[in-house]
């Protein structure tokens, strides 16, 4: 698929799917931008994409909820006219030691990363088969596909991201016949999130083969090459600098 014209809605543009976004606008695309609470850092991406000289959106949604997701994608089917991508990276990152979670908060997590991911990859076909196919890129994370969990208290999180690999694979397999490609990309040392201390941003630079934090512009780059592949589908693509090897 040739970028050019088409319209994508990124979900979670925030840290790396800023990156993603203004990524795909380079290559000729609309971009919408789903934001659940964060909307000055959509506004922020939608004014980098319209200085690119393409349509942008900014579209309030909550992926956990359906009816919220519905809405959304019918909001940027018609401000847009139509919509062919979906780059889905809503996500929760927040440590709970086992002794304090709680159900609630594993369906929480769960409810968005996993559930989330279905529930927005679903609200978007109805509008991909009437534009004769599209694509969909989920984000699973490096842990679960190097067959292991590595660290301690975020048990729901490693769940749901194995499950989106899975979901990944089963959504590939649904949708093939009406030309939507499913794929997923497994980040590993990409942004440190911002409480990370200089002792540990060093220790992950240590424990990666290349050395280094990746940055959202690797991302992205892989992004963009599974929107535009026309034969590559239920695949979970890492992308952690050979982090796994270690």
């Known amino acids: 698929m ?16 800023h990156d993603v976004a203004v990524a795909i606008a380079g290559r000729g695309a609309h971009v919408a931008i789903a934001y659940r609470r964060s909307r000055a850092e959509a506004d922020r991406t939608v004014a980098a994409i319209r200085a690119l000289g393409r349509k942008a ?13 519905v ?24 440590p709970v030691a086992f002794d304090a979670l709680t159900v609630a908060e594993f369906d929480r997590q769960l409810g968005v990363d996993l559930r989330g991911s279905f529930v927005l990859a679903k609200a978007v076909v109805p509008a991909m088969r009437h534009a004769g196919g599209g694509r969909i890129v989920l984000f699973s994370d490096w ?15 490693y ?11 089963a959504l590939a397999l649904e949708l093939a016949a009406d030309k939507i490609l499913v794929n997923a990309v497994a980040p590993g040392p990409i942004l440190a999130p911002d409480s990370t201390s200089d002792q540990e941003r060093a220790a992950v630079e240590r424990a990666t083969p290349l050395g280094r934090w990746g940055g959202g512009e690797e991302i992205a780059k892989v992004v963009v090459s599974l929107i535009e592949s026309d034969f590559m589908t239920g695949q979970t693509v890492r992308v952690d600098g050979g982090r796994h090897l270690q």
């Open 143 to 157: 842990l679960p596909m190097s067959g292991r969990p590595r660290y301690k208290s975020y048990l729901p999180y």
């Open 71 to 94: 809405a959304a994608v019918n909001a940027v089917a018609r401000d847009l006219d139509g919509l062919d991508v979906l780059v889905n990276l809503a996500s929760v990152y927040d």
């Open 2 to 17: 040739q970028l050019q014209s088409r319209v994508a809605l990124v979900a979670g543009a925030k840290r790396i799917g």
């Open 57 to 69: 959106i900014a579209v309030q949604a909550d992926v956990a909820d359906e009816a919220s997701c």
């Open 159 to 169: 769940v749901a991201k194995a499950g989106v690999a899975a979901l990944t694979e």
